[in-house]
């Protein structure tokens, strides 16, 4: 297939496939699907539903096969509590799909979830009972006032949308198709009148003089004060707007435009904005220009500084740890050379001193982290304020940190028993009795 499977962030790709039966297309798509998958084809009585599911779930591994840079048939599905399907173990493509008789649509996309709806055109005797049951009373309302020879694709064009949006989020129909209202036309771009739901109001105002401005859409949550800090509740407002908290016009002297461009950074991407603002207002000087790096970097600078303070001072504790634990192994390893009982021992004595210095670091070692481990569960949620993205009892971390205590004190523990001399001379007592000499 000669096309581009290349999605760059926030970006989709919409594929339409006919649904039809054709015996090299047929074995190939078999082919890709799991035994669990082939058992359930197997399950459909009807032809055309066992064909269905076959192309469906065989162009979307073979779609995601390609996106991927994989075989088809090593794509592994999960499954979100409602039954929608997702890719396993990768978190950034979403996927959906949807057919209608003899047509199948798949999505992609990538950083957010996806919805398709597709739905064959046909006759309704009681599409107006059924808008009124599942429409909102606005919708409705729209829907009416079109020419009846327009209705049909109208109610299935505002049925799509809806279904498309309820699919993205997967949660199916336990969000009602009423909560939330979408356009109807058909020469503008798909978009959401307003989204409640839940009871959830649908316009605000700030005082009782104001004007009701209705809720056009809900965003995700914006870390305004920095990434370290609990994202505020927000409400954007336009630039002017009339009968605003006791003012007869409110006007805005001020915004930011959010720029998403290859040339983020470049001086080259700050003429060209100047250029198209200067045809719109020559005016309006441009300020405070960055890049969200910059803003993350700054939102992040004294936590980040806090933080190589803290892991200088771990490093730092950790050496200190190592030499103690390497002096109490070197004291006990030297007393324990001067209480060799005869010469005949010295040949095996080497390994037996590793052995034995080995376990003596480790008795030491591992109360030591255990010990460790139950002050720093206790600790760490007081310094969660200094964390992003990550949970103040991460167990990657301790791992890492109790696995690096233990290396080094194996390290230590070797070392020194390989330096430690074991030659005799003379004779010498276990008990403790009279030493011919000192061990050299």
């Known amino acids: 297939m000669n096309a581009d499977f290349t999605l760059d962030a926030y970006s989709l790709h919409v594929w339409a496939f006919p649904i039809e039966s054709t015996e090299s297309i ?35 591994r073979f779609l995601l096969g390609h ?13 979100l509590p409602r039954g929608k399907p997702v890719i396993a173990n990768f978190n950034h493509l979403k996927f959906n799909i949807s057919h209608s008789a003899k ?20 006759p309704l005797s009681d599409m107006q009972e059924l808008a009124r049951n599942v429409y909102c009373p606005e919708e409705v309302e729209e829907l009416t006032r079109l020419p009846e020879t327009q209705r049909h ?3 299935y064009r505002c049925w799509t949308r809806k279904e498309a949006y309820l699919k993205a989020l997967g949660e199916g129909l336990s969000t009602p198709l009423n909560g939330f209202r979408v356009n ?23 005082s009782n003089t104001d004007t009701w401005r209705e809720i056009i859409g809900v965003a995700e949550d914006v870390h305004y004060e920095g990434v370290k800090e609990a994202a505020p509740s927000i409400i954007y407002w336009p630039l002017m ?27 080259l991407l700050m003429r060209a904005i100047q250029q198209q603002a200067g045809k719109v207002s020559p005016d309006v000087p441009l300020t405070n220009s960055g890049t969200l790096g910059d803003l993350y970097t700054k939102s992040m600078a004294r936590t980040s500084f806090t933080l190589v303070i803290l ?60 010990l460790g481990l139950v002050t720093a569960s206790a600790t760490m949620p007081f310094m969660s304020s200094l964390l992003y993205g990550v949970s103040a009892n991460d167990p990657p971390t301790y791992i890492a940190t109790a696995s690096t205590v233990v290396l080094s004190t194996l390290l230590a523990c070797y070392l020194l028993s390989l ?5 005799v001379k003379g004779s010498a007592d276990i008990d403790g009795g009279p030493v011919g000499s000192r061990a050299i």
């Not at 066992?50 to 469906?56: D, E, G, V």
């Not at 996106?67 to 499954?79: A, G, T």
């Not at 989204?195 to 605000?204: E, H, K, M, N, Y």
Request: hydrophobic fraction near 40%.
């Open 26 to 60: 047929s074995a190939r798509l078999w082919s890709s699907l799991s035994p669990d998958e082939v058992a359930r084809a197997e399950r459909f009585r009807s032809a055309d539903l066992r064909l269905s599911y076959t192309t469906c779930r065989g162009v979307v």
């Open 67 to 79: 996106y991927l840079n994989i075989e088809p048939s090593l794509v592994q599905f999960e499954y």
């Open 103 to 122: 047509l199948m649509l798949c999505g992609m996309m990538m950083g957010d979830q996806i919805g398709v709806d597709v739905e064959r055109i046909r």
């Open 153 to 155: 694709e109208a109610f």
């Open 184 to 206: 109807l036309g058909s020469t503008e771009p798909a978009r959401f009148i307003h989204i409640g739901g839940d009871g959830a109001p649908t316009r605000l105002r700030v």
């Open 241 to 267: 707007m009339q009968s605003f908290v006791g003012q007869d016009l409110k006007l805005q002297r001020a915004t930011v435009f959010v720029v998403r461009s290859r040339r983020a950074g470049t001086q």
């Open 311 to 370: 892991c200088a001072s771990g490093v730092i504790a950790l050496l200190i740890g190592s030499v103690g634990i390497y002096g109490v192994i070197a004291y006990s390893a030297i007393h324990h050379t001067r209480r060799t009982k005869s010469s005949a021992a010295l040949h095996a004595q080497r390994r037996a001193l590793v052995r034995a210095s080995l376990r003596q670091g480790m008795l030491l070692t591992v109360p030591g982290i255990a």
């Open 419 to 423: 330096r430690t001399p074991i030659g």
